[in-house]
């Protein structure tokens, strides 16, 4: 099976006019000089102007799988799908320029048809019951900003700066899916205020969030507080911390706390980062059970005819019960992956292969193989 990707534009054509000019009496008519010609690679205009003096930028994020696991001595051991893992629709723009900002995205992906679910009464009695496969809330990001020259005030839903990978945009990652670590801490949002600022050589982000997750009100006194601070010592390098910790109400379940580490570096084709992030999760009573893991990866661009091929691999390792005081179910699992992606035009279309193995300290091992296809802008 082919697919045609029609990633170029047309282009526009610049039209020069002929003038005749009379000079007095004189019969004759001279060819005016020809206008310039439209800059054919300017394409249409990426913002366009809403109310008195604000701006409005559209965006896209489409992500494509068909993906495959295989489960060692399983009796149904491989098991494929197609699957439609992004379908974002991103707006920003500036209602004062430079002043007041604002953001939102839509991810109509999230949502899937409901299932059915057997639930189990308080006598014992079974039911089966239609009941949602993933979160029903599409909205995923809802930001207004104040801009100043040293602080940017942001209030709404955002994501919390917990992981490089799952702080940073999706369509930036190199693989298919996000490291183990990465996928359990990172990736998540709430809805708070933020203040944030990058400058040269460093950057800070503070903030305050309901820790109660996408799209949800608070329930008691507690707040979670977030910061991270990044250095820049060396263009193309990022080093980072951060903690992001509950205040109030600390012995209820649910309480959390975070600390990370991370490191980048990209200069020209190559591209190194790592994390290391360790969790604390309450369960109620003064009762805590501590996680903690890493991921190391690197990928290497390499110019092709049409576009740019980066081979990349990564190693992984999370253990979810790091002091031994979570149920046994809770197994470690080390992650060995390799990947290729091809990218036709930067990040805005990408096609990527990935392959990973999560060895388990007790279960059976999980061989992953993931095909993707992506659009962005």
Do not use: C
């Not at 003038?19 to 007095?24: E, F, N, P, R």
């Not at 490291?179 to 990172?186: D, E, I, R």
């Not at 990370?260 to 369960?283: K, N």
């Not at 009762?287 to 092709?304: C, D, R, T």
């Amino acid at each position: 099976m082919s697919v045609t990707f029609p990633w170029k534009r047309p282009s526009i054509v610049g039209l020069s006019a002929l003038a005749l000019v009379g000079a007095g009496t004189s019969a004759f008519a001279q060819t005016a000089a020809p206008a310039p010609a439209a800059d054919t690679d300017a394409g249409p205009p990426k913002n366009l102007s809403v109310g008195s003096e604000g701006l409005f930028q559209p965006g896209l994020l489409m992500q494509t799988w068909l993906l495959v696991d295989h489960v060692g001595r399983s009796a149904d051991p491989t098991q494929s799908t197609f699957r439609l893992r992004r379908a974002e629709v991103h707006v920003k723009g500036d209602i004062l320029p430079h002043q007041v900002k604002y953001e939102v995205m839509f991810d109509v992906a999230k949502v899937l048809e409901f299932q059915n679910a057997t639930l189990t009464d308080s006598n014992g009695d079974t039911i089966t019951v239609q009941q949602p496969a993933s979160s029903i809330s599409v909205l995923q990001d809802f930001s207004i900003t104040y801009s100043s020259q040293y602080a940017d005030v942001t209030a709404g839903q955002f994501k919390i700066p917990v992981s490089w990978e799952g702080y940073n945009s999706s369509s930036k990652l190199l693989f298919n899916e996000r490291a183990v670590v990465s996928h359990t801490f990172g990736d998540k949002r709430d809805i708070g205020v933020k203040v944030t600022k990058k400058f040269p050589t460093w950057s800070y982000y503070a903030g305050v969030f309901n820790g109660a997750g996408l799209n949800h009100r608070d329930n008691n006194d507690g707040k979670d507080l977030a910061v991270r601070l990044e250095v820049y010592p060396v263009p193309g390098l990022t080093i980072a911390g951060v903690t992001y910790d509950q205040i109030g109400d600390r012995d209820l379940a649910g309480t959390k706390d975070r600390w990370e580490g991370d490191v980048r570096y990209e200069s020209g084709p190559l591209l190194l980062q790592s994390e290391f992030i360790r969790g604390r999760d309450g369960q109620g009573g003064g009762m805590s059970v501590n996680s903690q893991g890493f991921y190391v990866a690197g990928g290497f661009k390499l110019p092709m005819a049409t576009g740019e091929l980066q081979p990349a691999l990564r190693v992984g390792y999370f253990d979810p019960n790091a002091d031994g005081d979570a149920p046994a179910s809770k197994d470690e699992v080390l992650e060995i992956g390799a990947a290729a992606n091809y990218y036709l035009e930067g990040r805005e279309a990408r096609m990527s292969f990935s392959y990973t193995r999560f060895q388990y300290d007790q279960a059976d091992p999980v061989d992953e193989v993931i095909l993707g296809a992506q659009v962005a802008y």
